[in-house]
């Protein structure tokens, strides 16, 4: 099994900046790609940013300029750096890891999300 402890959410002003961090734990072999999506009140959810274990990053287009993902594989930690945020961030914000289990069989866990708040 493989959990995802979400951290750095909160509320911010528009135009400021958070954090948020994702920590993996539990019995797997190795992790793959990491990322976040985000999902708002009667919208449908979105991937974010991933980033594989090479370092490869993908972003919405919604996102790209003002946010950065990275990860740090020693401690099985992703990170999403906001910047810039706007009102249309407002979001609960999970994150996501494809773990390769003992035995080979791969596994997408998900956290139980971080909610950013983005006052105008």
């Known amino acids: 099994q493989v959990q995802l402890v979400e951290s750095g959410g909160g509320l911010v002003e528009a135009g400021g900046s958070l954090r948020l961090s994702c920590a993996a734990s539990?019995?797997?072999?190795?992790?793959?790609?990491m990322g976040w999506s985000r999902q708002a009140p009667g919208v449908q959810r979105e991937l974010v940013a991933s980033?594989?274990?090479?370092?490869?990053?993908n972003y919405a287009d919604s996102v790209k300029g003002r946010f950065t993902i990275s990860r740090d594989n020693a401690k099985n930690t992703v990170y999403l750096e906001m910047n810039s945020l706007k009102s249309e961030d407002t979001a609960v914000y999970y994150c996501?890891?494809?773990?390769?289990?003992?035995?080979?069989?791969?596994?997408?866990?998900w956290g139980r999300g971080t909610q950013v708040t983005v006052s105008s």
């Open positions: 980033i594989t274990s090479g370092g490869a990053t």
């Open positions: 539990g019995s797997f072999f190795s992790i793959g790609a």
């Open positions: 996501y890891a494809a773990a390769v289990l003992r035995g080979g069989a791969t596994y997408t866990s």
